[in-house]
Every structure is written in structure tokens, then in C-alpha cells.
């Protein structure tokens, strides 16, 4: 927890070229953020009446705190705005989808033919009985299918809970048994570094003792068809067949559930974080546009997966609600050699480049002789979301990518609250390590554990004086938990991590202050990695903790005491390795295993994580008076 501390805060700071913010869609900062100020529902107004609406709304909003209402009764179906208002508006024949494939293999699908597909996989879905309100779990590779299922959810009102194709049995078991999923979406295989992954046996796995699931969907990449050996399958295309590809969209109040999407909590299992049709489409579409500044000849390319809130908000809904050609790929950053990325953006004449430091501190390592093989002219803005762009970072990022010309976005922002936060929106001076200003629309501040302002270079907790409209409405079965995060300090959006203001109000990102660990820009809860571990036989007690890793950002280490008659082994180390592995996914695996005689725990039984973490980095543990005998 944030105990007061000073941070050395550094003063260089880089001065974008100026035809940057003389073509921003923003315009001046400082006059946007006080429009804003002025009037917050008038400037949510204002945006909100960009997009295509059934019908208007009564009012901006209603806020009962923690409670948000915003665009009362309202009518949308948000993939008007992604596919209608582009296709009856000049972008019928404008690339939606540049697709590149680990093999080389690419496709496009232009807006009409997106939207085309997108109405013919609705209806598909429809002839499975499913209805508005349904959820719908994915585990799909990233092919272009992805984005069509997604938005074929959206069309008719079914709930998607996209489930990152990473993740092991017993993680997507989780989910689809809190969601109640009625449909599960699939591949046959995903491709990741050479190799096939077999996805369907996985989902086969996590469907076993989950009622709810009544068509699990195949998409055949390998073989055509896939023995589909249960009646519970269908193959995604055969039930397409002699579908219209005429699909009305259907009518979605504004505070009706869009998506749900899992992220990992501090305690127990991961949480179901909702977001609702009309306010996220507000968020994501405002922030593509004025923040991003996506304009009409941009390619635009984000690095990450639809399994992630990034995927969701800054690959599908934000940029096509603004008409962007977007590419998608399912290539990792060193296969078959570093440079595929910069490949990618020479290739496709990528102008808007948009990843995580975790990527960035891996091709740092690597060399700049990778992406100086490559023509990066086109780039324009070049982004980082995930974890803080330490300083190194940062120049790296600027001088070798951006060639000391493209601004960088280092944009902060959650699963939760759906659209960017935090930001050194276009044209203002940049400061590495610094993430920068709240943007017009949000207000942010760091405070003291009271909720008091603390002054600039003093360490605090981030907070968010909400409402905003594209933040969660709820934990999906666990509305307590929703009303936490505004329940800790005064009427604040806690946000969980510390950080720290300079005096011009730039804020620099300092971590996490909870049981969070970070590794390569995914969200672990210490608790699911421990519940994990313990699993095993032989584990009596897990603990875990984040330690720095110069790629990953962090990494996990783990320290376990054993049940009587096992002993300490490196065969055990790596059963215990696979076996997170397996039940949570590869990020989650421990980078080092400690064998304990005793976990250290407070009075009342709580691990003290703090203590672990204190000897590991050989720093001052601090306070414990309330450590167990
Ligand atoms: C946590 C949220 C938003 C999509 C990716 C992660 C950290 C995120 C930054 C940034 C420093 C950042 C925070 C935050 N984080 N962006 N630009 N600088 N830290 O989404 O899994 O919900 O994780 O990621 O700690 O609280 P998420």
C-alpha cells in the first residue's frame, strides 16, 4: 500500500513537430479540458452525438453512485456504427481487415463484405436458438472469423465473453460456468511460433460439467470437415450455409450489456467485468477518434489479442466505429525472426502502430539492426498500453521506431475502464515515464489512502472521479465486488495502482498496490496462481509475488511448503511449473519455485507477499508488527 514516499522525478521532455497538433482532431488540450470541465454532459453530449443512434437519449446521464446510467433510454446496436454507417457512407469498398497469418497468408475483407459475413454469421447463431442476452464464450484463434463472430454477437444482442486463446482448460472452464454461457466458439488449431495448437481439445476439456453449453462452434483451419464427434458441435461455415446475409440489427438499450470480459482479481477467481452497449460505444469511438486521431487514410495496427480489453476497445469496437482499415495478425513478435513486425508495418504502410513495452523491451534486447531492415517511413503515431514505458523504454521506442518523428501515446487505462484514462494526447511536450494527463472527459488525481490530493513528487494512489461513460457497470454475478473499487476512498474509482504527479500534472505510472503481478502486459492475480499451485498434492501452501524481469516487465516467483512426506526436488519444480501451465496458461508460469518450511503470515492468517517481496529484492521490509510469531 502507498505509504507517502518522494519520487525523483525527471524534466527531459520531447517536443512533438507541430503539424501534429495543428491537424489533431483534440485541438488544444488545455481548451478541450476545460470545455470538458464546464460542462462534463455537454461535452459527453456533443461526442455521443457523432454516432448513430435508434433514438436519442432523455438524459446524459445519471449517476447514483457507484451507479451509472448514461444515454437513458437510448436505442443503438453499436454495429451500425461499426459496419452500416460506413458501408451507406463512402466506405463500402474501404479495407475493414488486412489479416496476416504465422505462414505468410493473408486476407482482406472490405466494409461491405464485413458486413456481409458478420449479418450471415448472426443469422447462424440465430438458427441456434440463441437469443439477446445470451452469452456466448470464445477461445478462437486471430483470424478474421474472430472479428466477425464478435461483431455477430453484438448484432443480435448476444453477450460475448472472449476467453484469450493462451489460457488453459480450467480458466476457460471458469468462465463459461460464471457466464452460463450457452455457446461455446472455437478453431480446430491456433498457429503460435511454428506450432499448432489444438484448441478444440481444450474447449472439449472445459465444456465437460458445464451445462449450460448447448452448440460448441468449430472453425476448421486444418482439415475440412473436422470429424465433429459429439452432437454438440457444428463446424462454423456448415452453418452458414443458405443463411441471408440480411441481418437487422437488433435494438440494444444503453445500459444493456455489450460484453463480458474476465480479468484476474486480488482474491479468489477472476472477475466478470461488464460493459454496456451505449456508453463504451461513446468511449471507444472518442478516444479512437481524438486520441488516436485515426483518420480516413491510416492504417492502424494493434499488437494485441481480442482476448484482452485492448483487443476489444482498440482492434474491434473503437477503430471500425471510426471506419479505420485495421489490420489483425496472429504473428508473435520474434517468429519466424524479430523483424516480422517491421515487416508487417513496411508491408501494409502501417501509420498508427500501437503495442506494449513488454514487446518493446524484447526487441531492445534483441537489437535495432531488426526493425532497421525495414522501411518504418509510414508510421505516424506509435502507442504502448500495459504497463508502465520505463524511460529506456521510452527513448528506445521514440529514436529507433519512431525515428525521433512519431509522438508516442503511452496510453493508461484498465479492463474496467474501457477506453483510454490517461494520455499525452497529440501535440503536447512528451515525458518519458510519464503516461501524462487525464484526458478531456476523465478526471484523475493522485490522493492519500484518505482521499486528500498529495503534492506533486510525492507517491500516492491513482483515483477516478467518475462517472465516465465507458466504465464497468458491474461484476458479472458479483455486484459486490463492483462496488468496492468505489468504496475504498471516499466516492473515488480506485484504480490500484500508485503513482505519482509533477508540477506541471503529468502522472507517471508506478505499479500496482495490490496482489496484481503484471508479466508481459497480462493482468495475474497472485490468488490464481496460488490457488493453482495448491491444487497439487504435494503443495500444502502457495505464495507469490512479482519480481522485475527485464522483458516481461515482471515475472513470478513462487515459494511453497510441502505436504508431510514430500521433499523438496527439481522434478517437482517443473511438475508444479507444468501444472500452472496447464491449468492457467503459459504466462502464469512460475519463473522460480522456493521450497518453505513456513509461509510468512500476519496475525490474522494473511501471506505477507510484502515480506516475501522484501527479501527477494533485498529492500527494508517496512512495518511488521503485524507478522505471526
Ligand atoms: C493495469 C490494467 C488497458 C489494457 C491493458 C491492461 C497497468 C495499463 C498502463 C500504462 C502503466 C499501465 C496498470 C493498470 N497499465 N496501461 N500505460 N502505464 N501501467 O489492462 O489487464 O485491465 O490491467 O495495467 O497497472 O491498472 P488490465
Not at 521506442?397 to 508516442?408: A, L, Q, S
Request: one cysteine or more.
Amino acid at each position: 500500500m502507498a505509504e507517502d514516499f518522494e519520487v525523483k522525478l525527471e524534466k527531459k521532455a520531447y517536443i512533438p513537430a507541430p503539424h501534429y497538433l495543428a491537424n489533431s482532431a483534440l485541438g488544444n488540450y488545455k481548451e478541450a479540458y476545460n470545455k470538458f470541465t464546464s460542462d462534463p454532459d455537454g461535452f459527453w453530449d456533443e461526442k455521443a452525438r457523432e454516432l448513430k443512434w435508434m433514438r436519442p437519449w432523455e438524459k446524459v446521464r445519471e449517476w447514483n453512485h457507484p451507479y451509472a446510467r448514461w444515454f437513458t433510454s437510448a436505442k443503438l446496436n453499436i454495429t451500425e456504427n461499426c459496419l452500416d454507417r460506413h458501408v451507406n457512407n463512402g466506405r463500402r469498398n474501404k479495407l475493414a481487415i488486412i489479416w496476416r497469418g504465422e505462414d505468410g497468408r493473408e486476407e482482406v475483407l472490405t466494409y461491405r463484405q464485413l458486413y456481409r459475413s458478420v449479418m450471415r454469421f448472426a443469422n447462424a447463431l440465430k438458427s441456434l436458438g440463441v437469443q439477446k442476452g445470451d452469452r456466448i464464450c470464445f477461445y478462437m484463434p486471430f483470424v478474421p472469423e474472430h472479428v466477425v463472430a464478435i461483431l455477430a454477437c453484438a448484432r443480435i444482442g448476444a453477450i460475448h465473453s472472449i476467453v484469450y486463446a493462451g489460457f488453459g482448460a480450467e480458466a476457460l472452464h471458469s468462465r463459461i460456468r460464471d457466464a452460463n454461457a450457452k455457446i461455446v466458439i472455437t478453431a480446430d488449431v491456433g498457429k503460435r511460433r511454428g506450432k499448432t495448437i489444438p484448441l478444440k481439445s481444450i474447449v472439449d476439456d472445459a465444456v465437460r460439467n458445464a451445462p449450460s453449453v448447448e452448440k460448441v462452434i468449430v472453425l476448421c483451419r486444418e482439415k475440412c470437415p473436422l470429424e465433429l464427434y459429439s452432437e454438440l458441435e457444428v463446424d462454423f461455415y456448415g452453418i452458414q450455409e443458405g443463411m441471408s446475409d440480411e441481418c437487422p440489427a437488433e435494438e440494444m438499450d444503453a445500459e444493456d450489456p455489450l460484453f463480458i470480459l474476465y480479468t484476474s482479481g486480488t482474491t479468489g477467481s477472476a472477475k466478470g467485468i461488464v460493459h454496456a452497449c451505449g456508453g463504451y460505444m461513446v468511449g471507444t469511438h472518442y478516444t479512437c477518434k481524438y486520441i488516436f486521431d485515426i483518420k480516413e487514410n491510416d492504417v492502424y495496427w494493434c499488437s494485441a489479442d481480442p482476448g484482452w480489453i485492448t483487443g476489444h476497445s482498440y482492434i474491434v469496437y473503437g477503430p471500425l466505429s471510426v471506419g479505420a482499415t485495421v489490420v489483425i495478425t496472429e504473428t508473435t513478435p520474434d517468429y519466424p525472426d524479430y523483424g516480422v513486425w517491421w515487416s508487417i508495418i513496411e508491408e501494409f504502410g502501417v501509420s498508427i502502430f500501437y503495442t506494449a513495452p513488454t514487446a518493446i523491451r524484447m526487441f531492445m534486447r534483441v537489437g535495432e539492426e531488426w526493425p532497421n531492415k525495414y522501411d518504418l517511413s509510414s508510421l505516424r503515431i506509435i502507442g504502448s498500453v500495459g504497463e508502465p514505458l520505463n524511460p529506456e523504454a521510452f527513448e528506445w521506442y521514440y529514436r529507433v521506431i519512431g525515428k525521433n518523428r512519431c509522438p508516442i501515446l503511452d496510453t493508461w487505462w484498465q479492463t474496467e475502464t474501457g477506453m483510454h484514462m490517461i494520455t499525452t494526447p497529440l501535440g503536447m511536450p512528451m515525458k518519458p515515464g510519464f503516461a501524462g494527463v487525464p484526458i478531456p472527459g476523465v478526471f484523475a488525481d493522485v490522493v492519500d489512502k484518505d482521499g486528500n490530493p498529495v503534492p506533486a513528487g510525492q507517491g500516492g494512489l491513482l483515483v477516478i472521479k467518475g462517472p465516465w461513460p465507458s466504465m464497468m457497470r458491474t461484476v458479472y454475478n458479483n455486484d459486490e465486488r463492483y462496488r468496492k473499487y468505489w468504496t475504498q476512498i471516499k466516492d473515488y474509482y480506485t484504480v490500484g495502482d500508485l503513482a505519482v504527479k509533477d508540477d506541471d500534472g503529468y502522472i507517471m505510472i508506478l505499479g500496482r498496490s495490490d496482489d496484481i503481478i503484471i508479466v508481459a502486459g497480462h493482468n495475474l492475480g497472485t490468488a490464481e496462481v496460488e490457488s493453482a499451485l495448491v491444487e497439487h498434492e504435494a503443495v500444502a501452501e502457495a505464495a507469490v509475488i512479482g519480481v522485475p524481469d527485464d522483458i516481461k516487465g515482471q515475472a513470478v516467483k513462487a515459494f511453497v511448503t510441502l505436504v508431510q512426506g514430500y521433499e523438496p526436488s527439481q522434478k517437482l519444480v517443473s511438475e508444479l511449473t507444468y501444472h500452472v501451465r496447464m491449468s492457467i496458461g503459459p504466462i502464469a508460469m512460475p519463473n522460480a519455485i522456493e521450497f518453505m518450511d513456513k509461509l510468512p503470515k500476519t496475525r490474522s492468517g494473511k501471506i505477507m507477499r510484502r515480506l516475501l517481496k522484501a527479501k527477494e529484492m533485498g529492500i527494508d521490509p517496512g512495518d511488521i508488527s503485524t507478522l505471526e510469531e
